[in-house]
């Protein structure tokens, strides 16, 4: 079995259940899929498999799910999160026929801690903390979003916020030059596992390339080993894929969101 295959097993058996969601308000089960419900009015769709459907099961899978998130006036937006290497024939056409708008294909990277720590210098000037304060989350939040050209939106700092109270694991990690927060990331201990995901990674347009988002990630790949963990997983945008393959990460699969809103 090569690394790829080892990596994607161990993707598949213990990072598509309870694990995926850890931050969940409620689970639902239907059929194969979990229909789960976060904080601030947030579906989200993901299972194991599709239990070998075809294309009129899957399409049926897809009007159930939506019809049962569209019940609760609270969900106001769903995301249906799909995998390359999946069998799931006729989802695509399902999903884009209900409303559910594709959005960026990414990179399944998982590999060992280790690599990401090693010989990573820190860049002049920038120090690299844990956030924990609602203030700083917020500072956090708006400029992750402003880094992925995005509009401010409270709602998502309100979630962690929300998340942090929760003490459930999960580390919020920000760089900073000259006092101002120029990068940021999520750190998710799996429960139950030997991995830990890292999420969020975002930088500022005009400080990029200076590995400060490297630095970032080595940062957070240390308090995971301190945590006795062992691997790591990311879903990787093309700017962020090179920078964890460089550190030993492989590409196992890919994943795209289909996103509906009300």
């Not at 000259?178 to 030997?194: C, H, I, Q």
């Amino acid at each position: 079995m090569t690394n790829i295959e080892h990596y994607l097993r161990a993707y598949d058996e213990q990072l598509r259940t309870d694990a995926e969601t850890p931050s969940a308000l409620s689970v639902t089960i239907l059929g194969p899929l979990r229909l789960v419900t976060f904080a601030g009015g947030r579906g989200f769709i993901t299972y194991r498999d599709l239990a070998g459907a075809n294309a009129s099961e899957i399409a049926r899978m897809v009007v159930d799910a939506l019809a049962r998130f569209s019940a609760d006036q609270a969900i106001t937006e769903i995301e249906w999160k799909t995998r390359g290497h999946d069998h799931a024939p006729g989802l695509h056409e399902a999903l884009v026929a209900n409303g559910f708008v594709a959005g960026e294909t990414e990179s399944i990277m998982v590999g060992p801690l280790e690599g990401l720590c090693a010989d990573v210098p820190l860049p002049d000037g920038v120090t690299l903390r844990k956030v924990t304060s609602d203030a700083d989350v917020r500072t956090m939040s708006a400029m992750a979003d402003q880094a992925f050209g995005e509009s401010v939106s409270t709602r998502t700092a309100g979630a962690l916020i929300a998340r942090l109270s929760r003490d459930d694991g999960m580390e919020l990690w920000v760089a900073e030059l000259d006092g101002r927060m120029v990068s940021a990331g999520r750190l998710e201990p799996v429960p139950g596992t030997d991995f830990v995901g890292i999420w969020g990674g975002s930088t500022l347009e005009e400080f990029r390339g200076r590995g400060i988002y490297r630095a970032l990630t080595a940062e957070r790949a240390r308090s995971a080993l301190a945590m006795g963990r062992k691997y790591v997983h990311s879903d990787s945008t093309e700017f962020s894929r090179p920078i964890l393959e460089r550190s030993g990460l492989v590409k196992v699969s890919t994943t795209t969101p289909y996103e509906w809103k009300h």
